[in-house]
């Protein structure tokens, strides 16, 4: 496993990479890994030639600074899971090396980034979109892999794909969680012992609120999820909507013919979570 820490060397080896005709999968990820990562990986070693990871911890796409200093690190075990894995190419830069200078790209990301994470976290998508056009720039990937965990980044960076017209296949990797069906994330480690025996309740409420489907119209189905959350005095429900899963409009009524996903944000103990379930 080579570990690259500039873009030079980096696009030097996957050059040679392409002239063999090999094909490259991109796996971005911000570290700490966890098995929602690692599944990424596998999918991706088994469709390409070559494989990089990236771990890099975007600060264009934080909002908050006290939530970047926050956010957990640990790069000696992540590559030992990658060496674990023979992953070949892992790519570590540092700031500065993504960012020699400010980013002041601004992207049209249309109406998919004014809702849901967007609303509140602001200008996080263009952070993301940011970071994750400077990889595919560097990478050139024929396929990069993203999760559903992250359902709107998903559908953002498949615009990103169009607007800047590039060849590569975003693949969609499913939501790999704990047994108890808490969506795995960087951040569950920041929970204390109490919250993380809370956490569950995030999907757990996901679950219940699909099956209302039946008798409930989706802005009932709305209420009640609200109403689950204000009986929890630790957890603060920062969102819930149900939207199609192409432009990320609200669904009105369940008779509508568009794939229907329901996406959750909530605090708990100060760790921001977020999880989805499609609803059809
Ligand atoms: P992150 O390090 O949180 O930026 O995540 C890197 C990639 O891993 C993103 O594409 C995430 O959607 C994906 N990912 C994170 N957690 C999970 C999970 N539990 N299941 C599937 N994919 C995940």
Redesign the pocket.
């Known amino acids: 496993m080579i570990v690259y820490r500039t873009k030079n060397d980096l696009s030097l080896h996957l050059d040679a990479i392409r002239k063999s005709g090999k094909s490259i999968g991109l796996?971005?990820?911000?570290?700490?890994l966890?098995k929602?990562?690692t599944?990424?990986v596998e999918k991706a070693a088994g469709e390409n030639g070559a494989l990089v990871v990236t771990i890099f911890v975007n600060p264009t796409q934080f909002n908050d600074p006290a939530d970047l200093e926050a956010y957990p690190r640990n790069l000696d075990k992540d590559l030992e899971i990658l060496q674990s894995m023979k992953v070949d190419i892992v790519f570590v830069p540092s700031v500065k090396e993504m960012y020699p200078e400010e980013d002041k790209r601004s992207f049209d990301l249309g109406n998919l980034d004014k809702v849901m994470e967007g609303k509140h976290r602001k200008d996080h998508f263009n952070g993301v979109a940011q970071i994750v056009s400077k990889l595919f720039e560097t990478v050139k990937p024929d396929r990069a892999?993203?999760?559903?965990?992250?359902f709107q980044?998903?559908i953002i960076v498949r615009h990103l794909v169009d607007l800047l017209n590039l060849d590569i296949t975003i693949v969609a990797?499913?939501?790999?969680?704990e047994v108890d069906g808490l969506?795995?994330?960087?951040r569950n480690i920041m929970l204390n012992t109490e919250d993380r025996n809370l956490a569950p309740f995030i999907h757990i409420t996901l679950q219940l609120a699909r099956e209302k489907r039946g008798f409930l119209a989706p802005a009932e189905v709305k209420s009640w999820v609200i109403s689950q959350f204000e009986n929890q005095p630790r957890m603060k429900l920062e969102y819930f909507e149900i939207v199609e899963d192409k432009a990320l409009q609200h669904v009105n009524d369940w008779g509508e013919k568009v794939n229907k996903v329901g996406c959750i944000a909530v605090q708990l103990g100060g760790v921001r979570l977020i999880d989805n379930l499609f609803f059809d």
């Open positions: 796996v971005p990820t911000m570290g700490a966890h929602g990562h599944s990424l892999y993203f999760g559903q965990k992250d980044q998903l990797c499913p939501i790999i969680r969506a795995m994330s960087s």
